[in-house]
């Protein structure tokens, strides 16, 4: 079969938008449910109104999720950038002045996506990848148990170890929900993640209705019912006196409130050099995560199919213009919705144009309802996305592939772990780095000899970690010997190279050693003898 005929033939096995309906609407409404508390909380965690969190969920929602060439990955307000977002907005002064930076930031991601920047994303090791996917897969546990004990002392989105203004840490949150447990909370997240165990195992086995509704929608409406039932019968049990145990929407009463929501950017303030300060910073740091979020996404997608980077690039930075028009926070693709829509059983990229509509309009005309679903039985579902991203076969995977995939990808995990998602990825490819120069350095020398007669082979491109080797090498070579230098098999000989062995021809005139050169390659001159010889 051509290559041009098995494109097509698996092309035909890609879901299209609008086949099976049913599985994006549903997948939808799963990331509405745990999009809804994200948005808000980084928000709060951001010093931005509430609102802004919304405005951005429902942008990334629809127009990067139309504009985008993934359909699995979703976009918001990220927790990545909530620091960022506190110290712009205090430096710059007003929220009105830090929307102008957001603005500026998405303009320059269309601009790295215009210069085809996105390949960037293309070099971060697949170890690192994987590690930062079960990284945050073990924090989205982490932060949610206290959440599931009825103990909500954080932001809702936080993926850093250490809690803004509380001073403590994922650890000790756990230890302090232990301590002082909700029992109306425990017994609401319990029963709603045993629901969703068993109601996949049954969509596995019988399909129907199982098969046709995700369990997570149906643990939201039991969590909703075990709550009712306590505030009812059992009031002294109850969530009700407890505000920050469920989804916390503004309820906009009226048009007048509604527009009073809106922020817009203030444009008398463009020229002040923080605005581009923050924009700058905004727009590299957004785009990082969002290029590492997409390649993390594109190897979750069950039907593997591949996103253009620099088009994500261009989507996120259209988003972003936009968001800071109407008043958004910055917006970049995030991983925690993202694998919620691909748990849920999304097929296409509708799933997340529905989760920003749904955003929308939920917001506007059933806030009230939407304030009854308590955090506990959201809590459920995101730890049943986190178990999935750590994926034990996958450890055990890494495991068997040898200390240079397993060891940065362990180095990844426990960063991210411990510290955040940006600092965990750095670590890890710096890890990675190490294992990649100690590959490169291994075995691209060999000299042997018979007798005087020595031949010392470059067995693959050498660069200037090579220096050392190389020099090791002709220590070997004694006095009154003659020696080939053969550079057959480099397609690349860094300068540094030759500087050696420019150096090494002039120590051999005194040491009455010959030397003679094959196949020497220049980078930019093709075959020429290096300086000296």
């Not at 290029?291 to 190897?299: G, Q, V, Y």
Request: with cysteine; net charge positive.
């Amino acid at each position: 079969m051509s290559l041009g005929n098995q494109k097509s033939l698996n092309a035909k096995h890609l879901p299209r938008i609008g086949e099976k309906l049913q599985d994006d609407i549903l997948a939808g409404i799963v990331v509405f449910l745990v999009a809804l508390p994200l948005c808000l909380g980084i928000a709060l965690a951001s010093g931005a109104p509430l609102f802004s969190g919304i405005v951005a969920g429902v942008v990334g929602g629809v127009v990067v999720g139309v504009l985008s060439g993934s359909h699995v990955s979703v976009s918001g307000p990220a927790a990545g950038l909530t620091v960022i977002c506190v110290q712009a907005i205090s430096e710059i002064g007003t929220f009105e002045g830090f929307l102008l930076s957001v603005i500026l930031a998405g303009f320059l991601q269309v601009i790295f996506g215009v210069l085809r920047l996105g390949a960037v994303g293309e070099f971060f090791p697949n170890s690192v990848i994987k590690g930062m996917l079960s990284g945050i897969g073990a924090v989205i546990i982490l932060k949610q148990i206290p959440i599931a004990l009825g103990r909500n002392t954080n932001y809702e989105g936080d993926l850093g170890f250490w809690q803004i203004g509380d001073g403590e840490n994922s650890i000790t949150a756990i230890a302090q929900a232990l301590h002082s447990y909700n029992q109306t909370a425990l017994v609401i997240s319990l029963s709603c993640l045993l629901l969703i165990i068993l109601w996949e195992l049954m969509a596995k086995k019988s399909g129907g209705l199982f098969r046709l509704l995700p369990g997570s929608l149906i643990a939201v409406c039991l969590g909703i019912s075990i709550d009712q039932f306590f505030n009812l019968y059992l009031p002294e049990r109850g969530l009700t006196t407890h505000a920050d145990f469920y989804v916390n929407l503004p309820i906009m009463s009226s048009l007048e409130e509604l527009r009073g929501g809106f922020y817009r950017p203030n444009f008398a303030l463009i020229a002040d050099g923080k605005i581009l300060l923050w924009g700058i910073v905004l727009a590299l740091v957004a785009s990082i995560e969002s290029l590492l979020a997409i390649e993390a996404s594109d190897k979750l997608d069950r039907y593997k199919r591949i996103t253009s980077t620099n088009k994500e690039l261009r989507a996120q930075g259209i988003g972003n213009m936009l968001s800071g028009f109407l008043g958004g926070l910055p917006i970049t693709t995030v991983i925690i919705r993202t694998s919620a829509n691909i748990y849920a059983g999304n097929r296409t990229k509708l799933s997340t144009i529905i989760h920003g509509f749904l955003l929308f309009f939920c917001v506007l005309l059933i806030p009230k309802a939407l304030n009854l679903i308590p955090l506990s039985a959201l809590s459920a579902i995101l730890m049943v996305v986190g178990y999935r991203l750590i994926s034990p076969s996958l450890i055990k995977k890494m495991y068997k592939g040898g200390l240079d995939q397993f060891l940065p990808f362990v180095a990844t995990f426990l960063a991210i772990l411990f510290t955040d998602l940006l600092t965990g990825v750095m670590v890890g490819v710096c890890v990675g780095l190490f294992f990649i120069l100690k590959t490169n350095h291994h075995d691209a020398i060999s000299l042997v000899n018979d007798g005087a007669e020595f031949l010392l082979r470059f067995n693959k491109d050498l660069s200037f970690i090579n220096k050392a080797e190389l020099k090791r090498a002709l220590r070997k070579i004694p006095d009154g010997a003659s020696v080939m230098i053969d550079g057959s098999r480099a397609m690349f000989i860094d300068r540094d190279i030759y500087d050696v062995i420019a150096d090494f021809n002039e120590q051999a005139s005194h040491r009455d050693i010959k030397v003679a050169l094959q196949n020497m390659r220049h980078k930019s001159l093709g075959f020429l003898s290096p300086p000296g010889l």
